[in-house]
């Protein structure tokens, strides 16, 4: 009986262990990897403005049926990051800055790291700006890659997946 017991027991602590470290972010990967400007306290800068409805009309107008899905105006405080580096090997901050920096010029997708270890995908909201090239965001990413900054945007998270919509980066 103290047998089945101790197997339960420890299967149901692996269990919660595994959970753990599936479900929720723990911390930043690699925390001596140090953000080149800024901190989680005092931001280097901001980036985005605050829309006065979440979705954009050109957004709404592409959306199924006229319907964007639900999401919220919302202000972030991040490392500016290359998503696929953090992601694939954990690097950021100041010694990943220029190499951070190479991948985003060549497509790579923007991310923003928490101080908590969450990691959002970052891209521009208007839809048809995007999707034609009308927007400068990513520019905007490039030069404060590894710069820990404010972000406001539309928040919009799905199955897990958590993304910024950063809105002001149309061209004029």
């Known amino acids: 009986m103290r047998r089945k017991f101790r197997i339960v027991a420890a299967l149901g602590l692996f269990g919660l262990t595994v959970g753990l470290g599936l479900g929720l972010a723990r911390d930043v990967l690699y925390p001596q990897f140090t953000p080149e400007k800024g901190s989680f306290d005092k931001p280097a800068g901001k980036l985005g403005t605050a829309p006065d409805r979440p979705w954009s009309v050109t957004t709404v107008a592409a959306a199924v049926d006229g319907k964007a899905l639900p999401a919220k105006v919302t202000t972030l405080v991040g ?15 100041a010694k990943h800055r220029d190499c951070g920096q190479k991948c985003l010029k060549n497509g790579q997708p923007i991310g923003l790291l928490t101080k908590e270890g969450k990691l959002y995908l970052l891209m521009e909201e208007e839809h048809d700006p995007r999707r ?3 927007t400068n965001f990513r520019e905007a990413a490039i030069e404060h890659m590894a710069y820990v900054m404010e ?21 004029k």
């Open 151 to 171: 972000i406001t945007g539309t928040l919009s998270e799905v199955d897990g997946q958590r993304a910024l919509y950063v809105t002001g980066f149309v061209k």
């Open 79 to 93: 490392e500016v990051v290359d998503y696929s580096c953090y992601l694939q090997v954990g690097k950021h901050g």
């Open 132 to 134: 034609d090239g009308g």
